[in-house]
């Protein structure tokens, strides 16, 4: 069974550029959910997507935008890169009835804007 | 101040130690979570708890929900167990969304 994935696992990109990640959830589970993790930082929440629809989010700019398809993927996309943008990028999924459970998070993508 | 602070922030000890990282919380939560990240980026969930405390192996987490307060704690610590251990805690309000600590990065030397 694999757990959730997550592509590219490395990716560089300049300023001003835009990127796509993607997520595969854990077989069996709906609800995907992305995080920033700035170096030496604990993650930070940036959205949620269930049925295909963004019902959480972070304090995060509009530059992040999201999707999640039919088949519970997801992708997280970021617009006009900053300097600042340059973090790890995590997903998480989970079913979407259950509150209290183990949590389930992918590799993650190293972003590097220069 | 952030929502969940973690403490220390770093921690260095000698093979066989018992060990302690501390979280605390301002806020109204459902559940908190003690999660391992390993170099690279992987995150592994130890725990959830809600009331009590759990054991898992070498690993113990206990949370007083009055005080705000959980702790991870290790023993007969192993150098396999360096890693950054995380706390995060899981809103009442906004049931959806995860607060993270900053992290605890653990090394224990042989």
């Known amino acids: 069974d694999a757990g959730v994935t997550q592509s590219p696992t490395h990716l560089i990109k300049t300023r001003g550029q835009q990127v796509t990640l993607r997520c595969s959830p854990k077989s069996g589970h709906d609800t995907v959910s992305w995080y920033q993790q700035a170096l030496g930082q604990g993650p930070q929440f940036i959205f949620q997507y269930y049925e295909e629809e963004e019902r959480q989010r972070g304090n995060f700019p509009d530059r992040f935008s999201g999707h999640q398809f039919p088949n519970y993927s997801s992708e997280l996309n970021v617009n006009a890169l900053l300097l600042g943008d340059s973090a790890l990028y995590l997903c998480?999924?989970?079913?979407?009835?259950?509150?209290?459970?183990?949590?389930?998070f992918g590799s993650g993508t190293q972003l590097s804007v220069l | 101040k952030n929502e969940v602070e973690q403490s220390p922030q770093n921690l260095t000890a000698q093979e066989g130690e018992f060990i302690t990282i501390n979280c605390s919380y301002s806020?109204?939560?459902?559940?908190l979570h003690w999660l391992q990240q390993h170099p690279g980026g992987g995150i592994v969930s130890l725990f959830m708890?809600?009331?009590g405390k759990k054991k898992h192996g070498r690993l113990i987490a206990t949370i007083n929900i009055q005080e705000k307060h959980s702790s991870l704690h290790i023993t007969a610590s192993h150098p396999r167990d360096s890693a950054v251990y995380i706390c995060a805690v899981r809103l009442i309000q906004g049931a959806q969304k995860l607060v993270f600590g900053q992290g605890t990065r653990l090394t224990i030397n042989p």
């Open positions: 998480a999924s989970r079913p979407r009835d259950r509150v209290f459970e183990k949590l389930f």
């Open positions: 806020v109204g939560i459902s559940a």
């Open positions: 708890l809600s009331s």
